[in-house]
């Protein structure tokens, strides 16, 4: 994987150089789209390589260019584009058709979840349609990350992403999964609390507790995130309990819902696109 990212870092540097010395009326849309590919690389997220090379092999500007050194660029990032999927490939595990059949059902289901939450009519909904929708994406995400390729995944994310991503991505979202489906008795988001008596009415040193005794008093995390209908960043702030008793821990205090909600399925979707080779509608 090593390889591959050095190969990608090349790539985004290419890139740069060539979105440096082009210049057409219709420029700025096509930054967007490159722009959008670049954070999907540095999110690893392979899909952004077809992005590039569809935004450049179906322009007309690089198709008609007769600038020499544009031609020459746009040939080394082609050329990188096939080499990073031919590596990427021989890693690739065969998939069968049975997981063939489980992940396009996980994924289209959680693509529709992701889609309605980004809609302004999902926020008016009632709170607890909003949790049942939040616990089938949570448990669509736990289930797909079965799947063998996803393990070297977060390894990747420890290395390459901002510190905390990885633990973020992984057990901060088991164990939010985990309340849902081990205490299902809440309405709404809001509701739902924990303490060390109820996480282990039945027994001890399960992965709600593990992750409490881990992270209890950690520093809080702050991320941000752009959402495509807003101009700025929205930021939200992940908060890890002080103490692990009996006093209640209410989710809301970890993350709160609507922007803690976002933010959670960009970050799935972040670690489920690097599986993804192609989109068909």
Same mark, same amino acid.
């Given at each position: 994987?090593?390889?591959?990212?050095?190969?990608?870092?090349?790539?985004?540097?290419?890139?740069?150089?060539?979105? +440096?010395?082009?210049?057409?009326?219709?420029?700025?849309?096509?930054?967007?789209?490159?722009?959008? *590919?670049?954070?999907? !690389?540095?999110?690893?997220?392979?899909?952004?390589?077809?992005?590039?090379?569809? $935004?450049?092999?179906?322009? @007309?500007?690089? /198709?008609?260019?007769?600038?020499?050194?544009?031609?020459?660029?746009?040939? /080394?990032?082609?050329? !990188?584009?096939?080499?990073?999927?031919?590596?990427?490939?021989?890693?690739?595990?065969?998939? @069968?058709? *049975?997981?063939?059949?489980?992940?396009? !059902? $996980?994924?289209?289901?959680? %693509?529709?979840?992701? $889609? &309605?939450?980004?809609?302004?009519? %999902?926020?008016?909904?009632?709170?607890?349609?909003?949790?049942?929708?939040? =616990?089938? *994406?949570? =448990?669509?995400?736990?289930?797909?990350?079965?799947?063998? =390729?996803?393990?070297?995944?977060?390894?990747?994310? +420890?290395?390459?992403?901002?510190?905390?991503?990885?633990?973020?991505?992984?057990?901060?979202?088991?164990?939010?999964?985990?309340? !849902?489906?081990?205490?299902?008795?809440?309405?709404?988001?809001?509701?739902?609390?924990?303490?060390?008596?109820?996480?282990?009415?039945?027994?001890?040193?399960?992965?709600?507790?593990?992750?409490?005794?881990?992270?209890?008093?950690?520093?809080?995390?702050?991320?941000?995130?752009?959402?495509? /209908?807003?101009?700025?960043?929205?930021?939200?702030?992940?908060? %890890?309990?002080?103490?692990?008793?009996?006093?209640?821990?209410?989710?809301?205090?970890?993350?709160?819902?609507? &922007?803690?909600?976002?933010?959670?399925?960009?970050?799935?979707?972040?670690?489920?696109?690097?599986?993804?080779?192609?989109?068909?509608?």
């Amino acid at each position: 994987m090593d390889i591959i990212q050095e190969k990608v870092n090349l790539l985004i540097s290419l890139i740069d150089n060539l979105w +440096e010395n082009i210049d057409f009326p219709n420029k700025n849309q096509l930054i967007q789209e490159i722009n959008k *590919a670049k954070f999907c !690389l540095k999110s690893h997220d392979l899909i952004g390589i077809d992005i590039i090379k569809f $935004s450049i092999e179906k322009n @007309t500007y690089f /198709q008609n260019n007769t600038n020499e050194y544009i031609n020459k660029i746009k040939i /080394q990032i082609l050329e !990188l584009i096939s080499e990073i999927k031919q590596d990427y490939q021989k890693d690739e595990i065969p998939i @069968t058709k *049975a997981e063939e059949l489980f992940l396009n !059902l $996980s994924y289209n289901k959680f %693509f529709d979840i992701l $889609s &309605e939450v980004y809609k302004k009519h %999902f926020w008016e909904k009632e709170p607890h349609y909003r949790l049942n929708k939040m =616990s089938q *994406a949570f =448990s669509i995400y736990n289930e797909i990350l079965n799947y063998e =390729s996803f393990r070297g995944v977060f390894k990747w994310l +420890e290395k390459y992403r901002p510190p905390m991503e990885a633990e973020i991505s992984g057990s901060l979202f088991k164990f939010i999964r985990n309340i !849902l489906i081990h205490f299902p008795f809440f309405d709404s988001w809001n509701e739902i609390w924990i303490n060390k008596e109820l996480v282990n009415w039945n027994r001890p040193n399960q992965s709600i507790d593990k992750f409490l005794k881990k992270y209890c008093g950690k520093h809080e995390v702050e991320y941000r995130f752009k959402e495509n /209908q807003q101009s700025g960043f929205t930021y939200v702030k992940i908060k %890890f309990p002080k103490k692990y008793d009996n006093e209640k821990i209410y989710l809301k205090d970890i993350i709160c819902e609507e &922007e803690g909600i976002k933010f959670i399925l960009i970050m799935m979707l972040r670690v489920l696109n690097t599986q993804i080779i192609s989109i068909k509608d």
